[in-house]
């Protein structure tokens, strides 16, 4: 069974920063695409970053330049660094597994398994 579990959002500042982890398990990590996948009130799904098996990186361009995806396939885990944080970065960010390994997307329907997600709030 394929599970995601988010972890390390919370509260932040403007211009602060987070680093957000996902655990992954049920499948064989270092063989699939993944991504970060945030959703804000009232709006719809918004793939924001994505990584390739083969380590290839893609970001939207809405943080572009202010956050970086990573994964530590030892540790079956993976990681978002949001720097430079806006108000419009506040949303439930969720990890989502591939339906394959690379390149890096941020193409939503690529996903196919989404973790129930973390909180992040910017906000002075």
């Known amino acids: 069974e394929v599970q995601l579990v988010e972890s390390g959002g919370g509260l932040v500042q403007p211009g602060g920063s987070l680093r957000l982890s996902c655990a992954a398990s049920g499948f064989t990590f270092s063989r699939y695409g993944m991504s970060w996948v945030r959703q804000a009130p009232g709006k719809g799904l918004e793939c924001v970053s994505g990584?390739?098996?083969?380590?290839?990186?893609k970001h939207a361009d809405s943080v572009k330049g202010r956050f970086t995806i990573s994964r530590d396939n030892v540790k079956n885990t993976l990681y978002l660094q949001m720097n430079s944080l806006k108000p419009e970065d506040t949303a439930v960010y969720s990890c989502a597994k591939g339906r394959w390994g690379a390149p890096a997307s941020v193409t939503l329907n690529e996903y196919d398994y989404w973790g129930q997600g973390t909180q992040v709030t910017v906000s002075s």
């Open positions: 990584i390739g098996s083969d380590g290839t990186t």
